[in-house]
């Protein structure tokens, strides 16, 4: 199994574009989720999903999209970058009632100049 | 205020010693705790969850107060691999979404 995998790993944009980070799992788990990890924050969680076609908003959720078409993917679009985003980003997956634990993806670093 | 509050660190530790350190969480509700572990610039992966009664994983300890609202890490005989930032992590929810601490950052030292 490849776990939670990401892409890119790393990304730069300018204030306005847009971009989507990836997000797959091959663990069949029900539960996915995205957040970001700043300097001296923790891990805020922006949105997450418990199963295809179902997906509901985290803390702070403003400035992104997301969707569930299937079980294995759960893409975050930015939808016009701005520099409060740069951040690190994770994708976490977690199977139905083990929500303790979540297993993380490898993180994109994304820099908005 | 956060709702999980960690001490940064860093703590530096020799090698073979003992390090604690505690979480506090504002949500008397929480129902359930865990520490993660997480190395420099790589995800979070779970340690260990943290049980009323306390429980031991080899050579993690943890701990609950439910009363001070604190959870506890103890590590002993430190190696060089423990290194790395310790977050506490709090379920307050039905469906479970976590609330992560900033992170202990705990080095140690030949």
């Known amino acids: 199994n490849a776990g939670v995998t990401q892409t890119p790993k790393f990304q730069v944009l300018k204030t306005g574009q847009s971009m989507t980070l990836q997000c797959a799992q091959d663990?069949?788990?029900?539960?996915m989720s995205w957040y970001r990890q700043d300097p001296g924050m923790g891990l805020r969680l922006i949105h997450y999903?418990?199963?295809?076609?179902?997906?509901d908003q985290g803390e702070v959720p403003n400035g992104y999209n997301v969707s569930r078409s299937t079980t294995e993917d759960f893409p975050l679009r930015l939808l016009s970058a701005a520099p409060s985003q740069t951040s690190v980003y994770f994708c976490?997956?977690?199977?139905?009632?083990?929500?303790?634990?979540?297993?993380f993806g490898p993180g994109t670093r994304l820099l908005v100049l | 205020r956060k709702e999980v509050e960690q001490d940064p660190g860093p703590f530096n530790v020799p090698e073979g010693a003992t390090v604690a350190f505690n979480c506090t969480y504002s949500?008397?509700?929480?129902?359930?705790f865990f520490w993660y572990r997480q190395d420099c610039r790589k995800e979070p992966k779970l340690l260990m969850s943290?049980?009323?009664s306390g429980n031991e994983d080899g050579r993690f300890t943890a701990q609950l107060n439910r009363a001070s609202q604190y959870i506890s890490l103890l590590i002993r005989d430190s190696k060089l691999s423990d290194s790395a930032t310790y977050l506490c992590?709090?379920?307050?929810?039905?469906?479970?979404?976590?609330?992560f601490g900033a992170g202990t950052q705990v080095v140690v030292t030949p």
């Open positions: 949500n008397s509700a929480s129902q359930s």
């Open positions: 976490a997956s977690s199977a139905q009632g083990r929500v303790e634990t979540q297993y």
């Open positions: 663990m069949n788990h029900e539960y």
């Open positions: 999903s418990v199963g295809a076609g179902i997906t």
């Open positions: 992590v709090v379920n307050s929810d039905s469906w479970g979404k976590l609330q």
């Open positions: 943290v049980y009323s």
